[in-house]
């Protein structure tokens, strides 16, 4: 095959500036708003991935994942239990972030462990089941993704495990203290912290909404995500697809009107 030399420069240069391009958006391109996710399954996300949102994505929305690299953030954002993981209230928080503010960059990081009780939040706890300590690995991962940018939030969703009668009496005391141990951790008392209500599909959950209703009163800097109309996927337990995505959207509505205290 004989190629005219005048169209081989043009067509080096296309195809690298198709590579810059494709790199600038697989990769953060400057410090990054980072936000930690934590809590159990319904943030780490069990709604089906589908054809309609597993290719879901912002360019500008990234996840740091269990290899502490950081990619384009798609559904499943969590590794906490492979065989369960699917899509979760992360990655359509990133998105509505991001398109809130079209000057940053969202770098999302997955923390969550399905089926984790407040407790195994706790400094040298260990949960069995998935053979992790929640809080201890949560905290590697925090200081490694904090080389790349700036604590901007916390997302909470937790208290399925919590949610008995004589456990929820406590669970605002717990809570309370872990906000506090994690804003120590990133270095700012002020770092806004939203957190969840659990799906209203089973009536003992709402012995921990309950709880979550007073935490805006008890703690400065905080608000809760109100799970109103949200429905599960079948099981009683989890969000379903429609759901996660809705509920993503209700986290990045509350934390910009936190964030905007503080400025």
Known sequence: M??????????IILVLMIS????????????????????????AGRAPI????????DDRVFMFTKDQQWVVARHPLHFDKPKSVGAGPGLSFGIAMAQANPKVQIG??????????????????????????????????????????TIK????????SNSKADQAKIYLAQLTELISRVRALVGNPKVPFIAGELGRYRPVYANINVELAKLPASVPLTAV????????KGDTTHFDGPSVRELGKRYAAQMLKVQALLK
Do not use: F
């Open 153 to 160: 939030g916390i997302l909470w969703h937790q208290g399925e």
């Open 20 to 43: 810059v391009t494709t790199y600038a958006q697989t990769k953060p391109d400057r410090p990054l708003d980072l936000y930690i996710l934590i809590g159990q399954s319904n943030m």
């Open 108 to 149: 999302l990081i997955p923390c969550a462990v399905g089926g984790s009780p407040i407790e195994h939040w706790l400094p040298g706890a260990y949960d069995k089941a998935t053979d992790t300590h929640p809080y201890d690995d949560a905290v590697i991962r925090i200081k490694a993704a904090m080389a790349y940018g």
């Open 225 to 232: 995500v109100s799970s109103e109309g949200l429905v599960h």
């Open 50 to 57: 589908t054809a309609e949102n597993k290719d879901e994505h």
């Open 2 to 11: 004989n190629l005219n030399p005048g169209k081989i420069v043009p067509l």
